[in-house]
């Protein structure tokens, strides 16, 4: 069973860039797929960012296309979400979940068993 940390998330001005960082441990880190999903006050989780196991392929949701990079180092066991280009829309808790023996074409809450606590993130216009 994986336990995810996440970190990195902060106050930034728009059109800023942040880098979030989600660090498992308890298992081998690279039988899980990993995504990024957000949660804004008031509204439902939705999913950001998806990568396979191997790291060769990503799934992005259109809103962050372009402008997010989801990446992992399997040696270190954590993945990163380099967002950049941000906007106050963007201003949401950040999760990191994970699925043993998954791949990057999941995008529901439902085909993740396991997350982290979420990291605040907050754009200002």
């Known amino acids: 069973q994986v336990q995810l940390v996440e970190s990195g998330g902060g106050l930034v001005q728009a059109g800023g860039s942040l880098r979030l960082s989600c660090a498992a441990s308890?298992?081998?880190?690279?039988?899980?797929?990993l995504a990024w999903f957000r949660q804004a006050t008031g509204k439902d989780r939705e999913f950001v960012a998806a990568i396979s196991r191997s790291g060769e392929t990503t799934n992005y949701a259109d809103s962050v296309k372009g402008r997010f990079t989801l990446s992992r180092v399997n040696a270190k066991s954590t993945g990163y979400l380099q967002m950049n280009s941000l906007k106050p829309e963007d201003t949401a808790v950040y999760y990191c979940?994970?699925?043993?023996?998954?791949?990057?074409?999941?995008?529901?809450?439902?085909?993740?068993?396991?997350w982290g606590q979420g990291t605040q993130v907050t754009v200002s216009s």
């Open positions: 308890g298992s081998t880190f690279s039988t899980y797929a």
């Open positions: 979940a994970a699925r043993v023996w998954g791949s990057a074409s999941r995008v529901s809450e439902s085909d993740y068993a396991y």
